[in-house]
């Protein structure tokens, strides 16, 4: 028997760096200093705070848009988010040691990535919130793109509900300076995963129901709800 089929599998390389499951104090500094730069160029609004868990498993999904949308999320929220990020974000050495510590881990788009799932599974079992954006990628003023069924399989697998945030205006960071960028984030209901609902569908659910609070041209793909389809 080939010696090579007996080998141990292969430890991925992100194993050896150091993650966060809870939150720290260089985290809580890191995101004052941010937050202050960002006054700069934003004004922010928060509506629906009401539906904020605060304590226990969440998932926060939302439209993506820019790779600044985390920033005005966590600004919005008391509880820190552990992100997902693409992973090209991370090769950087000192963007990686800042994403690192501001509770954030990569993900190798355009493949199952195993690694991210479980590093995602393991946020939520420490009870934290986590991160997510289900197009997988930024829509660059398209609208919604068809999502990625990653959310809802780590919500059903977790028993844990979905809270989605709807962003706008992280488009216009840095077009209309020295003027600040008006940023709303809606925070909607939590979507809870129903009795043998599947991945793909709750998808649709969360997508959908997404789409409602996002202005027509935003909607994309999700602009017109399938006839019969239950929320």
């Given at each position: 028997?080939?010696?090579?089929?007996?080998?141990?599998?292969?430890?991925?390389?992100?194993?050896?760096?150091?993650?966060y499951?809870a939150?720290?104090?260089?985290r809580?500094?890191?995101?004052?200093?941010?937050?202050?730069l960002?006054?700069?160029m934003?004004k922010?609004?928060?509506?629906?705070?009401?539906?904020f868990?605060?304590?226990?498993?969440?998932?926060?999904?939302a439209?993506?848009?820019?790779?600044f949308?985390?920033?005005?999320?966590?600004?919005?929220?008391?509880?820190?988010?552990f992100?997902m990020g693409?992973?090209?974000?991370?090769?950087n050495?000192?963007?990686?040691?800042?994403?690192?510590?501001?509770?954030?881990?990569?993900?190798?788009?355009?493949?199952?990535?195993?690694?991210?799932?479980?590093?995602?599974?393991?946020?939520?079992?420490h009870?934290q919130?986590?991160?997510?954006?289900?197009?997988?990628t930024?829509?660059?003023?398209?609208?919604?793109?068809?999502?990625?069924?990653?959310?809802?399989?780590?919500?059903?697998?977790?028993?844990?509900?979905?809270?989605?945030a709807a962003?706008?205006g992280?488009?216009?960071?840095?077009?209309?300076?020295?003027h600040?960028?008006?940023?709303?984030?809606?925070?909607?209901?939590?979507?809870?995963?129903?009795?043998?609902?599947t991945p793909?569908?709750?998808?649709?659910?969360?997508?959908?129901?997404?789409?409602?609070?996002?202005?027509?041209?935003?909607r994309?793909?999700?602009?017109?709800?399938?006839?019969?389809?239950?929320?």
């Open positions: 028997m080939d010696t090579a089929t007996l080998a141990a599998p292969q430890i991925d390389p992100r194993d050896r760096k150091k993650y499951f939150d720290t104090p260089q809580r500094l890191m995101i004052a200093v941010i937050r202050s960002f006054k700069v934003m922010m609004e928060v509506t629906g705070l009401e539906n868990p605060p304590q226990g498993p969440v998932i926060l999904a439209n993506h848009v820019t790779n949308d985390v920033f005005p999320m966590q600004f919005a929220l008391p509880r820190p988010i992100f693409k992973a090209e974000l991370f090769r050495p000192l963007l990686d040691l800042l994403l690192r510590n501001l509770s954030g881990f990569p993900v190798n788009r355009g493949e199952k990535d195993q690694w991210a799932m479980r590093h995602a599974a393991k946020v939520l079992q009870g919130m986590l991160g997510m954006f289900p197009e997988g930024r829509s660059k003023g398209r609208g919604l793109a068809v999502a990625k069924t990653g959310a809802a399989r780590l919500a059903i697998e977790a028993d844990c509900p979905i809270l989605l962003v706008t992280s488009d216009q960071f840095f077009k209309r300076f020295p600040r960028a008006r940023v709303q984030i809606e925070l909607l209901p939590p979507l809870a995963p129903k009795p043998g609902e793909l569908a709750l998808t649709d659910r969360l997508m959908f129901t997404l789409a409602q609070s996002l202005p027509e041209d935003m994309g793909v999700y602009a017109k709800m399938p006839a019969g389809f239950a929320m």
